[in-house]
C-alpha cells in the first residue's frame, strides 16, 4: 500500500472511529445514536464527493446541535464547547464531501480539520474534564482552559497564515495535552488492571506526536525548522494522538466506571 493510500485509510478509520467511539465515550452518551452517525460517515466516505457524500452526514450534525443546545440550556462552559468542537468537525467534513475550498484551505487539510475538532477538539477537552472532576486542581482548569482556546486559535492560523496563530496555538495545544498526560499518568496510580494501564498508555502517547505537530506549525513559516509532511503525520503524529492518547484515555474511564 503507497504512503497517501495509507493516510486516507488511517484518516477515514479516525473519522469513523471517532464518531461511533470517542465522541459518546468523550460526551458521555449512549453508543447507539453515534454508532448510526458513524455509518452516516462511513457512507459519506465511500462515494465520490458531492451533495449525495454530504446528506448521510446529517445524523453528525443533529447530535451536535443538540449538544449545543443542551449546553445552552444548562449554560455549562465544557459542555458548550464539546458540543461546538463536535458541530465544527462535522461541517467541515461536510465541506470536504462537497468539495469546497474554505477560505483558501485545499484538501487534504479541510478532511484533517474535521479529525482534529472531532480528536483534538471533543476528545482531548473532554480527558481534561475527567482530570477535574478527579481533582479540580487549579492546574488542571487551566490545561481546560488552554485546550477550549487551543483548536479555534490555530483554526485562525490557518486562515489567516499568521505564525502568532498558527504556532502559538500549536504550542498551546501541546501544553494541554501533555499536561492532561501527566494527570492521566497521576490517576493510573490510583485504578486497576486495565483503567491503569490504559491510562498510563494515554499518559505516554502524546509526547512525542505533540513535537512532531509544533514542529509541522513550525516548518510552514520557517522551512529550516525540520517536520514531517502531511503524509507522514498522519500515521504518526495522528494515531499516536487519536488512538493511543484520546482513545485509550476515554476508554481507561469508561472501564473504570465498570470496575474492569
Known sequence: MTLPALTTVVVNGCLVAGVGVVLPLALRR?????????????ASLAVAPGWPAALPLAPWVALSLREVAQ???RRRLAPLFLGGFSLTAA????????????????????????????????????LAVRAVEQRPQASRRLA??????AP????????????LFQVGGAVAMSLGVLAVAVFNAREA???????????????????????????????QHW????ALGVPDMVPTHGVLNAFG?????HLAWWCDARGA
Open 189 to 219: 496510580r490510583r485504578r486497576a488492571r486495565w483503567s491503569r494501564r490504559l491510562l498510563f498508555g494515554s499518559a505516554v502517547a502524546p509526547w512525542a506526536a505533540m513535537a512532531l505537530a509544533v514542529a509541522w506549525a513550525a516548518n
Open 30 to 42: 449512549p453508543f447507539t445514536p453515534f454508532l448510526a452517525a458513524a455509518l452516516g460517515v462511513a
Open 223 to 226: 522551512p529550516q525548522v525540520p
Open 152 to 163: 479555534p486559535f490555530t483554526a485562525v492560523g490557518f486562515l489567516t497564515g499568521l505564525a
Open 71 to 73: 449546553a445552552l440550556a
Open 91 to 126: 461541517l467541515a467534513l461536510i465541506a470536504a464531501r462537497l468539495g469546497w475550498t474554505l477560505f483558501g484551505v485545499r484538501e487534504p487539510l479541510v478532511t484533517l480539520t474535521a479529525v482534529h475538532f472531532t480528536y483534538a477538539g471533543v476528545g482531548t477537552l473532554a
Open 245 to 249: 492518547f484520546v482513545l485509550a484515555g
Open 144 to 149: 481546560g482552559l488552554l485546550l477550549m482556546g
